[in-house]
Nanobody, 127 residues
Framework: QVQLVESGGGLVQAGGSLRLSCAAT????????MGWFRQAPGNEREFVSA????????KDADSVKGRFTASRDNAKNTGYLQMNSLKPEDTAVYYC????????????????????WGQGTQVTVSS
């Protein structure tokens, strides 16, 4: 079993920054890719960023490219999403997820590929 606990969400003005954290317990975190997704009211959950099992490779949605960066510290069993130049349209509940079905993976853009999810953290960007 894996438990993922997110933190770091909050209210920020447009142009500001936030860093989300995702702390993992349970199975060996360091073997698995991590993804970040978000869901705004009335919208489907969408891919944001992913980081490979070793932290050497990332991928981002076009909407956040150049502004958001996914990373991880395997020694701390924690993943991060650094969000800069935030926009009101970034307002959503953000979720971290882990793909334990594919060891040593590079992360997927598909939410269905992830089998463990955090509880979500609210990010609100005011204009």
């Amino acid at each position: 079993q894996v438990q993922l606990v997110e933190s770091g969400g909050g209210l920020v003005q447009a142009g500001g920054s936030l860093r989300l954290s995702c702390a993992a317990t349970g199975r060996t975190f360091r073997r698995y890719a991590m993804g970040w997704f978000r869901q705004a009211p009335g919208n489907e959950r969408e891919f944001v960023s992913a980081v490979s099992w070793d932290g050497d490779s990332t991928k981002d949605a076009d909407s956040v490219k150049g502004r958001f960066t996914a990373s991880r510290d395997n020694a701390k069993n924690t993943g991060y999403l650094q969000m800069n130049s935030l926009k009101p349209e970034d307002t959503a509940v953000y979720y971290c997820a882990l793909d334990t079905t594919y060891p040593y993976g590079y992360g997927s853009r598909l939410s269905s590929d992830y089998d463990y999810w955090g509880q979500g953290t609210q990010v609100t960007v005011s204009s």
